[in-house]
Protein backbone atom coordinates (compact mmCIF):
# COMPACT_ATOMS: atom_id res chain seq x y z
CA UNK A 1 0.00 0.00 0.00
CA UNK A 2 2.23 2.10 1.25
CA UNK A 3 4.50 1.75 -2.30
CA UNK A 4 1.95 4.10 -3.70
CA UNK A 5 3.67 7.25 -2.36
CA UNK A 6 6.83 6.45 -4.43
CA UNK A 7 7.28 9.09 -7.12
CA UNK A 8 6.15 7.13 -10.17
CA UNK A 9 8.79 6.90 -11.91
CA UNK A 10 10.53 4.44 -9.33
CA UNK A 11 7.79 2.31 -8.79
CA UNK A 12 9.24 0.21 -11.51
CA UNK A 13 12.52 0.40 -10.73
CA UNK A 14 13.83 -3.10 -9.79
CA UNK A 15 16.90 -3.61 -8.10
CA UNK A 16 19.84 -4.58 -10.38
CA UNK A 17 19.31 -8.84 -11.10
CA UNK A 18 23.45 -8.76 -10.90
CA UNK A 19 23.57 -7.80 -7.81
CA UNK A 20 21.02 -9.97 -6.64
CA UNK A 21 23.09 -12.98 -8.16
CA UNK A 22 26.25 -11.47 -6.40
CA UNK A 23 24.36 -12.79 -3.14
CA UNK A 24 24.49 -16.23 -4.88
CA UNK A 25 27.44 -16.34 -5.77
CA UNK A 26 28.58 -15.39 -1.99
CA UNK A 27 27.16 -18.63 -1.56
CA UNK A 28 30.37 -21.36 0.22
CA UNK A 29 31.16 -23.62 -3.04
CA UNK A 30 29.91 -21.41 -5.73
CA UNK A 31 31.95 -20.67 -8.44
CA UNK A 32 30.63 -17.00 -9.90
CA UNK A 33 30.71 -16.13 -13.56
CA UNK A 34 28.06 -13.39 -12.36
CA UNK A 35 29.35 -9.74 -11.59
CA UNK A 36 31.28 -7.61 -13.88
CA UNK A 37 33.94 -7.12 -11.26
CA UNK A 38 37.76 -6.52 -11.39
CA UNK A 39 39.77 -9.37 -9.93
CA UNK A 40 40.69 -7.84 -6.34
CA UNK A 41 43.92 -9.67 -6.37
CA UNK A 42 45.36 -7.36 -8.82
CA UNK A 43 45.45 -4.14 -7.25
CA UNK A 44 48.14 -2.49 -6.87
CA UNK A 45 48.42 -2.64 -3.10
CA UNK A 46 51.88 -1.20 -2.90
CA UNK A 47 50.60 1.83 -5.42
CA UNK A 48 47.54 2.93 -3.21
CA UNK A 49 49.26 3.12 -0.35
CA UNK A 50 52.05 5.13 -2.06
CA UNK A 51 49.57 7.20 -2.63
CA UNK A 52 47.02 7.26 0.57
CA UNK A 53 50.57 7.77 2.41
CA UNK A 54 51.28 10.59 0.17
CA UNK A 55 47.72 11.91 0.36
CA UNK A 56 48.13 12.04 4.55
CA UNK A 57 51.29 13.66 4.62
CA UNK A 58 51.17 16.25 1.83
CA UNK A 59 47.37 17.29 1.56
CA UNK A 60 46.21 15.99 4.58
CA UNK A 61 43.59 19.27 5.24
CA UNK A 62 42.72 19.50 1.54
CA UNK A 63 41.81 15.80 1.60
CA UNK A 64 39.47 15.87 4.37
CA UNK A 65 37.65 19.04 3.54
CA UNK A 66 34.70 19.84 0.71
CA UNK A 67 36.21 20.22 -2.69
CA UNK A 68 34.97 21.89 -6.07
CA UNK A 69 31.73 20.36 -8.24
CA UNK A 70 33.81 20.19 -11.21
CA UNK A 71 36.23 17.87 -9.34
CA UNK A 72 39.99 18.66 -7.92
CA UNK A 73 41.90 21.04 -11.00
CA UNK A 74 45.42 18.71 -10.94
CA UNK A 75 43.55 15.54 -11.20
CA UNK A 76 41.22 17.06 -13.99
CA UNK A 77 44.71 17.95 -15.77
CA UNK A 78 45.85 14.69 -15.31
CA UNK A 79 42.64 12.95 -17.05
CA UNK A 80 42.95 15.63 -20.16
CA UNK A 81 46.43 14.05 -20.50
CA UNK A 82 44.88 10.22 -20.24
CA UNK A 83 42.60 11.28 -22.98
CA UNK A 84 44.96 12.75 -25.39
CA UNK A 85 46.88 9.36 -25.08
CA UNK A 86 43.40 8.03 -26.10
CA UNK A 87 43.01 9.99 -29.06
CA UNK A 88 40.49 13.04 -27.48
CA UNK A 89 42.03 16.32 -27.60
CA UNK A 90 39.92 18.32 -24.83
CA UNK A 91 40.66 21.00 -22.28
CA UNK A 92 41.01 20.08 -18.18
CA UNK A 93 38.01 22.65 -18.22
CA UNK A 94 35.83 20.15 -20.40
CA UNK A 95 36.33 17.14 -17.50
CA UNK A 96 33.98 17.11 -14.52
CA UNK A 97 34.88 14.15 -12.15
CA UNK A 98 32.00 12.48 -11.29
CA UNK A 99 31.66 9.01 -8.33
CA UNK A 100 32.05 6.79 -11.25
CA UNK A 101 30.50 6.31 -14.60
CA UNK A 102 27.25 4.88 -12.82
CA UNK A 103 26.79 8.69 -11.65
CA UNK A 104 28.04 10.47 -15.44
CA UNK A 105 25.32 8.60 -16.66
CA UNK A 106 22.70 9.59 -14.02
CA UNK A 107 23.66 13.02 -14.73
CA UNK A 108 23.45 12.87 -18.36
CA UNK A 109 20.16 11.36 -18.40
CA UNK A 110 18.54 14.22 -16.43
CA UNK A 111 20.46 16.83 -18.42
CA UNK A 112 19.16 15.63 -21.21
CA UNK A 113 15.96 13.49 -21.12
CA UNK A 114 12.66 14.91 -20.74
CA UNK A 115 9.80 12.22 -20.22
CA UNK A 116 9.17 11.04 -23.90
CA UNK A 117 12.75 11.57 -25.24
CA UNK A 118 14.04 8.27 -27.26
CA UNK A 119 17.44 7.01 -26.17
CA UNK A 120 18.23 4.39 -28.59
CA UNK A 121 20.76 1.50 -27.07
CA UNK A 122 22.63 -1.57 -28.40
CA UNK A 123 20.82 -4.90 -28.24
CA UNK A 124 22.15 -6.38 -25.56
CA UNK A 125 23.38 -2.95 -23.70
CA UNK A 126 24.47 -2.66 -19.90
CA UNK A 127 21.65 -3.04 -17.69
CA UNK A 128 22.46 -0.19 -15.14
CA UNK A 129 22.23 2.43 -17.71
CA UNK A 130 18.50 1.26 -18.78
CA UNK A 131 17.99 1.68 -15.13
CA UNK A 132 19.25 4.99 -15.33
CA UNK A 133 17.11 5.47 -18.61
CA UNK A 134 13.95 4.42 -17.39
CA UNK A 135 14.33 6.43 -14.39
CA UNK A 136 14.40 9.26 -16.29
CA UNK A 137 11.48 7.71 -18.34
CA UNK A 138 13.06 7.73 -21.79
CA UNK A 139 11.26 6.02 -24.45
CA UNK A 140 14.02 3.73 -24.49
CA UNK A 141 14.73 1.44 -28.22
CA UNK A 142 17.06 -0.84 -29.56
CA UNK A 143 19.30 -1.37 -32.18
CA UNK A 144 20.82 -5.13 -32.97
CA UNK A 145 24.26 -5.74 -32.67
CA UNK A 146 26.73 -8.06 -34.60
CA UNK A 147 30.70 -9.00 -34.33
CA UNK A 148 31.41 -5.37 -35.57
CA UNK A 149 29.36 -3.38 -32.79
CA UNK A 150 26.70 -1.49 -33.14
CA UNK A 151 24.34 -2.03 -36.73
CA UNK A 152 24.69 1.22 -37.99
CA UNK A 153 22.76 0.73 -40.78
CA UNK A 154 19.83 -0.14 -38.72
CA UNK A 155 20.12 3.06 -36.29
CA UNK A 156 20.03 5.24 -39.50
CA UNK A 157 17.05 3.74 -40.62
CA UNK A 158 15.56 4.34 -37.63
CA UNK A 159 16.67 8.09 -37.18
CA UNK A 160 15.87 9.22 -40.34
CA UNK A 161 12.28 8.55 -39.02
CA UNK A 162 11.54 9.38 -36.05
CA UNK A 163 13.52 12.16 -34.05
CA UNK A 164 16.08 10.71 -31.03
CA UNK A 165 17.90 12.46 -28.37
CA UNK A 166 20.44 10.23 -27.46
CA UNK A 167 22.30 7.27 -28.40
CA UNK A 168 24.16 5.31 -25.55
CA UNK A 169 27.09 3.17 -26.63
CA UNK A 170 29.43 0.86 -24.93
CA UNK A 171 31.89 1.06 -28.62
CA UNK A 172 35.10 -0.96 -26.67
CA UNK A 173 34.86 -4.68 -25.46
CA UNK A 174 31.33 -4.00 -24.71
CA UNK A 175 29.31 -5.15 -21.83
CA UNK A 176 27.46 -7.77 -21.80
CA UNK A 177 28.26 -8.31 -25.53
CA UNK A 178 31.97 -8.21 -25.46
CA UNK A 179 31.53 -7.15 -29.61
CA UNK A 180 33.88 -3.88 -30.46
CA UNK A 181 32.16 -1.03 -33.09
CA UNK A 182 34.30 -1.49 -36.00
CA UNK A 183 35.98 1.87 -37.47
CA UNK A 184 33.74 2.31 -40.17
CA UNK A 185 30.97 2.05 -38.16
CA UNK A 186 32.13 4.77 -35.73
CA UNK A 187 32.87 7.06 -38.75
CA UNK A 188 29.47 6.42 -39.72
CA UNK A 189 27.81 7.25 -36.31
CA UNK A 190 30.01 10.18 -35.67
CA UNK A 191 28.25 11.59 -39.21
CA UNK A 192 24.75 10.21 -38.71
CA UNK A 193 24.89 12.13 -35.18
CA UNK A 194 25.70 15.61 -36.87
CA UNK A 195 23.04 15.07 -40.03
CA UNK A 196 20.27 13.60 -37.62
CA UNK A 197 21.32 16.21 -34.57
CA UNK A 198 21.55 13.37 -31.70
CA UNK A 199 23.76 13.57 -28.75
CA UNK A 200 25.97 10.45 -28.19
CA UNK A 201 27.12 9.14 -24.66
CA UNK A 202 29.67 7.08 -25.71
CA UNK A 203 30.39 4.82 -22.15
CA UNK A 204 34.45 3.50 -22.24
CA UNK A 205 35.34 1.47 -18.88
CA UNK A 206 37.07 -1.28 -20.73
CA UNK A 207 39.38 0.23 -23.44
CA UNK A 208 42.32 0.08 -21.89
CA UNK A 209 41.67 -3.68 -21.14
CA UNK A 210 42.61 -4.33 -24.82
CA UNK A 211 43.89 -8.41 -25.83
CA UNK A 212 45.30 -7.19 -29.03
CA UNK A 213 47.65 -4.62 -30.36
CA UNK A 214 45.50 -3.06 -32.60
CA UNK A 215 43.65 0.86 -31.46
CA UNK A 216 40.26 1.46 -31.37
CA UNK A 217 39.95 5.03 -31.14
CA UNK A 218 37.15 6.54 -28.90
CA UNK A 219 33.86 8.26 -30.85
CA UNK A 220 35.27 11.39 -29.25
CA UNK A 221 38.34 11.39 -31.27
CA UNK A 222 36.31 11.44 -34.38
CA UNK A 223 34.75 14.22 -33.58
CA UNK A 224 36.86 17.40 -34.77
CA UNK A 225 37.35 15.41 -38.00
CA UNK A 226 33.84 15.12 -38.62
CA UNK A 227 33.01 18.55 -37.68
CA UNK A 228 30.75 17.28 -34.95
CA UNK A 229 32.26 18.51 -31.50
CA UNK A 230 28.85 19.24 -29.88
CA UNK A 231 27.39 16.12 -29.91
CA UNK A 232 29.25 13.88 -28.35
CA UNK A 233 29.83 13.16 -24.45
CA UNK A 234 32.47 10.77 -23.42
CA UNK A 235 32.45 9.09 -19.71
CA UNK A 236 34.90 6.86 -18.74
CA UNK A 237 36.57 5.62 -14.84
CA UNK A 238 39.00 4.21 -12.92
CA UNK A 239 37.05 1.70 -11.72
CA UNK A 240 38.29 -1.20 -14.05
CA UNK A 241 41.85 -0.26 -14.63
CA UNK A 242 42.38 1.03 -10.82
CA UNK A 243 40.01 0.37 -8.15
CA UNK A 244 35.79 0.87 -8.31
CA UNK A 245 35.88 1.24 -4.48
CA UNK A 246 37.59 5.02 -4.77
CA UNK A 247 34.57 6.00 -7.24
CA UNK A 248 35.75 8.16 -9.17
CA UNK A 249 35.21 8.85 -12.99
CA UNK A 250 34.78 11.28 -15.68
CA UNK A 251 32.76 12.79 -18.22
CA UNK A 252 34.25 14.96 -20.77
CA UNK A 253 31.59 17.56 -21.81
CA UNK A 254 31.11 20.07 -25.04
CA UNK A 255 30.60 23.67 -23.78
CA UNK A 256 26.76 23.65 -23.95
CA UNK A 257 26.54 21.37 -21.68
CA UNK A 258 29.10 21.92 -18.96
CA UNK A 259 26.84 24.02 -16.48
CA UNK A 260 23.93 21.69 -16.78
CA UNK A 261 26.47 18.95 -15.40
CA UNK A 262 28.40 20.69 -12.78
CA UNK A 263 25.17 21.98 -11.53
CA UNK A 264 23.71 18.27 -11.61
CA UNK A 265 26.88 17.06 -9.93
CA UNK A 266 26.55 20.07 -6.95
CA UNK A 267 22.74 19.11 -6.41
CA UNK A 268 23.75 15.04 -6.03
CA UNK A 269 26.62 14.86 -3.97
CA UNK A 270 28.39 18.43 -4.09
CA UNK A 271 31.63 16.87 -5.30
CA UNK A 272 33.35 13.20 -5.71
CA UNK A 273 35.45 12.44 -2.50
CA UNK A 274 37.94 14.45 -2.03
CA UNK A 275 40.12 11.69 -0.34
CA UNK A 276 39.49 9.77 -3.31
CA UNK A 277 40.39 12.22 -5.79
CA UNK A 278 43.51 13.17 -4.19
CA UNK A 279 44.32 9.00 -4.09
CA UNK A 280 43.85 8.89 -7.52
CA UNK A 281 45.72 12.08 -8.11
CA UNK A 282 48.94 10.88 -6.14
CA UNK A 283 48.54 6.98 -7.71
CA UNK A 284 48.76 8.77 -11.06
CA UNK A 285 52.02 10.36 -10.07
CA UNK A 286 53.17 7.89 -9.40
CA UNK A 287 53.85 6.37 -13.42
CA UNK A 288 52.35 2.79 -11.97
CA UNK A 289 49.01 2.84 -13.98
CA UNK A 290 50.72 1.99 -17.50
CA UNK A 291 52.07 -1.39 -15.41
CA UNK A 292 49.03 -1.84 -13.83
CA UNK A 293 47.14 -1.39 -16.89
CA UNK A 294 49.80 -3.61 -18.55
CA UNK A 295 49.25 -6.28 -15.85
CA UNK A 296 45.84 -6.33 -15.64
CA UNK A 297 45.80 -6.66 -19.44
CA UNK A 298 47.66 -9.90 -19.35
CA UNK A 299 46.17 -11.89 -16.50
CA UNK A 300 42.50 -11.02 -18.48
CA UNK A 301 43.78 -12.09 -21.71
CA UNK A 302 45.37 -15.29 -19.91
CA UNK A 303 41.68 -16.08 -18.10
CA UNK A 304 39.63 -15.35 -21.47
CA UNK A 305 42.10 -17.74 -23.43
CA UNK A 306 41.89 -19.97 -20.85
CA UNK A 307 38.11 -19.73 -20.57
CA UNK A 308 36.86 -19.75 -24.30
CA UNK A 309 39.19 -22.82 -25.20
CA UNK A 310 37.75 -24.64 -22.06
CA UNK A 311 34.43 -23.83 -23.17
CA UNK A 312 34.67 -24.49 -26.64
CA UNK A 313 36.17 -28.28 -26.25
CA UNK A 314 33.80 -28.66 -23.87
CA UNK A 315 30.38 -26.89 -24.80
CA UNK A 316 31.15 -25.90 -27.91
CA UNK A 317 28.18 -28.16 -29.60
CA UNK A 318 25.44 -26.48 -27.36
CA UNK A 319 27.00 -22.57 -27.07
CA UNK A 320 28.64 -20.29 -29.42
CA UNK A 321 30.09 -16.84 -28.81
CA UNK A 322 31.83 -13.69 -30.69
CA UNK A 323 35.51 -13.47 -29.55
CA UNK A 324 35.93 -10.44 -27.37
CA UNK A 325 39.30 -8.09 -28.36
CA UNK A 326 39.26 -7.18 -24.51
CA UNK A 327 37.25 -6.35 -21.71
CA UNK A 328 35.77 -8.69 -18.91
CA UNK A 329 32.81 -10.28 -20.78
CA UNK A 330 31.96 -13.47 -22.66
CA UNK A 331 28.27 -13.05 -24.16
CA UNK A 332 27.20 -16.77 -25.23
CA UNK A 333 24.52 -17.83 -26.51
CA UNK A 334 22.60 -21.34 -26.70
CA UNK A 335 22.39 -23.19 -29.86
CA UNK A 336 19.46 -25.58 -28.03
CA UNK A 337 17.44 -22.62 -27.48
CA UNK A 338 17.56 -23.05 -24.08
CA UNK A 339 15.87 -20.44 -21.57
CA UNK A 340 18.84 -19.25 -19.62
CA UNK A 341 16.99 -17.58 -16.71
CA UNK A 342 15.47 -21.64 -15.77
CA UNK A 343 18.51 -22.85 -16.79
CA UNK A 344 20.05 -21.26 -13.51
CA UNK A 345 18.70 -22.76 -10.94
CA UNK A 346 20.02 -25.71 -12.06
CA UNK A 347 23.39 -24.49 -12.39
CA UNK A 348 23.20 -22.79 -9.00
CA UNK A 349 22.12 -26.11 -7.68
CA UNK A 350 25.53 -27.14 -9.33
CA UNK A 351 27.46 -24.86 -7.67
CA UNK A 352 27.95 -21.97 -10.65
CA UNK A 353 26.46 -18.84 -11.84
CA UNK A 354 25.97 -16.65 -14.55
CA UNK A 355 23.97 -13.69 -15.56
CA UNK A 356 21.24 -14.75 -17.67
CA UNK A 357 20.80 -12.65 -20.93
CA UNK A 358 17.04 -11.67 -20.38
CA UNK A 359 18.30 -8.78 -18.18
CA UNK A 360 20.08 -7.10 -20.88
CA UNK A 361 17.63 -6.03 -22.81
CA UNK A 362 15.03 -3.27 -22.86
CA UNK A 363 12.62 -4.97 -24.91
CA UNK A 364 12.13 -8.49 -26.77
CA UNK A 365 14.72 -10.53 -24.90
CA UNK A 366 16.61 -13.32 -26.60
CA UNK A 367 16.65 -16.13 -23.53
CA UNK A 368 19.05 -18.37 -24.93
CA UNK A 369 22.07 -15.94 -24.28
CA UNK A 370 23.77 -15.04 -20.98
CA UNK A 371 26.69 -13.35 -19.93
CA UNK A 372 29.98 -15.21 -18.45
CA UNK A 373 32.77 -12.92 -16.35
CA UNK A 374 35.74 -14.72 -16.34
CA UNK A 375 38.20 -12.11 -14.62
CA UNK A 376 37.60 -13.10 -10.73
CA UNK A 377 37.98 -17.05 -11.03
CA UNK A 378 40.65 -18.98 -10.24
CA UNK A 379 42.06 -20.79 -13.35
CA UNK A 380 40.83 -24.11 -12.00
CA UNK A 381 37.67 -22.56 -11.24
CA UNK A 382 36.98 -21.39 -14.54
CA UNK A 383 37.79 -25.25 -15.84
CA UNK A 384 35.68 -26.48 -13.23
CA UNK A 385 32.85 -23.84 -13.87
CA UNK A 386 32.89 -25.67 -17.52
CA UNK A 387 32.39 -28.70 -15.95
CA UNK A 388 29.39 -27.77 -13.73
CA UNK A 389 27.84 -26.16 -16.66
CA UNK A 390 27.96 -29.36 -18.65
CA UNK A 391 26.88 -31.57 -15.96
CA UNK A 392 24.04 -28.77 -16.08
CA UNK A 393 22.80 -29.83 -19.29
C1 LIG B 1 29.34 -0.26 -19.43
C2 LIG B 1 29.51 0.24 -18.04
N1 LIG B 1 29.29 1.53 -17.78
C3 LIG B 1 29.44 2.02 -16.54
C4 LIG B 1 29.80 1.21 -15.49
C5 LIG B 1 29.90 1.82 -14.12
O1 LIG B 1 31.22 1.98 -13.74
P1 LIG B 1 31.64 2.84 -12.49
O2 LIG B 1 32.21 1.91 -11.50
O3 LIG B 1 32.67 3.79 -13.04
O4 LIG B 1 30.45 3.58 -11.98
C6 LIG B 1 30.04 -0.14 -15.71
C7 LIG B 1 30.41 -1.03 -14.59
O5 LIG B 1 30.39 -2.22 -14.65
C8 LIG B 1 29.90 -0.64 -17.02
O6 LIG B 1 30.09 -1.94 -17.31
Redesign the pocket.
Known amino acids: MTTQKLASSVQGLQSSAIRELLKHSKMPGVISLGG ?1 IPNPELFDHEGLKMAADAVLSTHFGEAFQYGLSEGYPALREAIQQLSADRGIQCAADDVVIT ?5 S ?1 DILARALINPGDTVIVERPT ?1 L ?2 LQVFSLAQANIESVGTDGEGMIVDELEARVANKPVKAVYI ?1 PTF ?2 PGGVTLSEARRKKLVELSKRYDFVIIE ?1 D ?2 SEINYTDEVFRPLMAHAKAIGNQDNIVY ?1 S ?4 ILS ?1 GT ?1 V ?1 WVIVPEWLKRAVVNLKQTTDLHTSTLSQLMTYEYLKTGRLPGQIAMIRDAYRHKYQLFASELEAELGDVLSFHKPKGGMFLWAKMNNGLNTTRWLEKTLSNGVVYVPGEFFYCNDPDYATLRMSFVTATDDQLKEAVKRLKASL
Not at 99 to 103: A, T
Not at 237 to 240: L, N, P, Q
Open positions: GSGSQQLYAAVGNDPYTTFSKPRG
